[in-house]
């Protein structure tokens, strides 16, 4: 099985930043890829960010151009600068086996911008 650990959300101001972190461990599927979703109140839970285990990403419009996916290793990074209220929810660290579509999550760190 694969086990995922966030951590880095909290409460931060408007226009302020945070860095999320993921790390992988247990079973861990010889190709996957990685992500960063999040579910705000009332709201579906959507993707944020994704990457491939080529390095190729894929972000939100809501975000593009404020936050940045990386990876390395089993772990996975999300950056986010410049952040507003409504990026204020729950984010989910995500595996995603690639030959099987197999979805793994982690528990969520929650993220409130306010000020």
């Known amino acids: 099985q694969v086990h995922l650990a966030e951590s880095g959300g909290g409460l931060v101001q408007p226009g302020g930043s945070l860095r999320l972190s993921c790390a992988a461990s247990?079973?861990?599927?010889?190709?996957?890829?990685m992500g960063w979703y999040r579910q705000a109140p009332g709201k579906q839970r959507e993707l944020v960010a994704a990457?491939?285990?080529?390095?190729s990403t894929n972000y939100a419009d809501s975000v593009k151009d404020r936050f940045t996916i990386s990876r390395e290793s089993v772990k996975v990074y999300l950056q986010m600068n410049s952040l507003k209220p409504e990026d204020t929810a729950v984010y989910y660290c995500?595996?995603?086996?690639?030959?099987?579509?197999?979805?793994?999550w982690g528990k969520g760190t929650l993220v409130t911008v306010s000020s």
């Open positions: 990457v491939t285990s080529g390095g």
């Open positions: 247990g079973s861990i599927p010889s190709f996957y890829n």
């Open positions: 995500n595996v995603r086996e690639i030959l099987y579509d197999v979805d793994y």
